[in-house]
T-cell receptor
Framework: AQKVTQAQTEISVVEKEDVTLDCVYE???????LFWYKQPPSGELVFLIR????DEQNEISGRYSWNFQKSTSSFNFTITASQVVDSAVYFC?????????????WGAGTKLIIKP | ETGVTQTPRHLVMGMTNKKSLKCEQH?????MYWYKQSAKKPLELMFV???????ENNSVPSRFSPECPNSSHLFLHLHTLQPEDSALYLC?????????????FGDGTRLSIL
């Protein structure tokens, strides 16, 4: 079975601190995709990044960076110099074949609280 | 205008009512999805439509009935719901139903069953 584990249920830091959200996945597929989404209090899930299993280069986008390590089946997300607006629930997801389509297997989410 | 729009934002209904949730996407996508998000549980995929055809049904009870009249619109018809159906219902769309396609979500409909 394919599974996504976000062991950190909730993280609370003070603004400007760096914070890393962990994601560990399990899959038997050799080709797969991983995603991170952000869900602010308004409810909408916002797509942040997609990574395919063949691309192990780390990615940086402004204050956000992602560390993909196949050897440990992890796809961790770091926010540098956190801001109050980063407060949200963050979800990691794995793409899995489902019938003739693909579905996303979601982690339980990590609630991130940034205090001013 | 936002990419994926859901109405209503909030819905309170009794167990014997019939109501519908609406989703509209303005992204030119061909695949649309309904998800259920309950407290303390991962997102649950309910239905997938690809090019207006329902391709998957994730063993959802028949009291939930989806309808996709065209690639831009998706409905979820609700009938004789149970209290455990109270949740946030999210609609999403993607370019196609492929493995690497990011899904774009609406704000959701917060449903409460009395």
């Amino acid at each position: 079975a394919q599974k996504v584990t976000q062991a950190q249920t909730e993280i609370s830091v003070v603004e400007k601190e760096d914070v890393t959200l962990d994601c560990v996945y399990e899959t038997r597929d050799t080709t797969y995709y991983l995603f991170w989404y952000k869900q602010p209090p308004s409810g909408e899930l916002v797509f942040l990044i997609r990574r395919n299993s063949f691309d192990e280069q780390n990615e940086i986008s402004g204050r956000y960076s992602w560390n993909f390590q196949k050897s440990t089946s992890s796809f961790n997300f770091t926010i540098t110099a956190s801001q109050v607006v980063d407060s949200a629930v963050y979800f990691c997801a794995l793409s899995e074949r489902w019938g003739s389509n693909y579905q996303l297997i979601w982690g339980a989410g990590t609630k991130l609280i940034i205090k001013p | 205008e936002t990419g994926v729009t859901q109405t209503p934002r909030h819905l309170v209904m009794g167990m014997t009512n019939k109501k519908s949730l609406k989703c509209e996407q303005h992204l030119g996508h061909n695949a649309m999805y309904w998800y259920k998000q309950s407290a303390k549980k991962p997102l649950e995929l309910m239905f997938v439509y690809n090019f207006k055809e329902q391709t998957e049904n994730n063993s959802v009870p028949s009291r939930f009935s989806p309808e996709c009249p065209n690639s831009s619109h998706l409905f979820l018809h609700l009938h004789t719901l149970q209290p455990e159906d109270s949740a946030l219902y999210l609609c999403a769309s993607s370019q196609e139903g492929g493995p690497g396609q990011p899904q774009h979500f609406g704000d959701g409909t917060r449903l409460s069953i009395l």
